[in-house]
């Protein structure tokens, strides 16, 4: 069984950096594709940048230019490295795995201030 670990987290100014990372800390499963969404209050999930093994990237506009989504060679550990990050940016933000069926991390909160 996968489990998804993230860190990272935390307070920063608008403007700030932060660089996420997610770590399979079970069995290894060579995931298909792995990413990040994320979590406001009051909002739906929304899916933040993927990388597959190819590796292909997918951003959405809202962090396209800001984050940028890397993956460690033929391991499941991800990093997110967001830059120029705005108010709101705040959310939690999960990790995610795909194999056929997708495991989730627990989640790390990214508060933004203005």
């Known amino acids: 069984q996968a489990r998804l670990v993230e860190s990272g987290g935390g307070l920063v100014q608008a403007g700030g950096s932060l660089r996420l990372s997610c770590v399979n800390s079970g069995r290894d499963m060579n995931f298909v594709s792995m990413g990040w969404y994320r979590q406001a209050p009051g909002k739906e999930r929304e899916l933040v940048a993927s990388?597959?093994?190819?590796?292909?990237?997918h951003y959405s506009d809202s962090v396209k230019g800001r984050f940028t989504v890397s993956r460690e060679l033929n391991r499941d550990t991800i990093y997110l490295q967001m830059n120029s990050l705005k108010t709101e940016d705040t959310a939690v933000y999960f990790c995610?795995?795909?194999?056929?069926?997708?495991?989730w991390g627990q989640g790390t909160q990214v508060t933004v201030s203005s």
């Open positions: 990388i597959t093994r190819g590796p292909n990237t």
């Open positions: 995610f795995g795909r194999t056929g069926y997708t495991f």
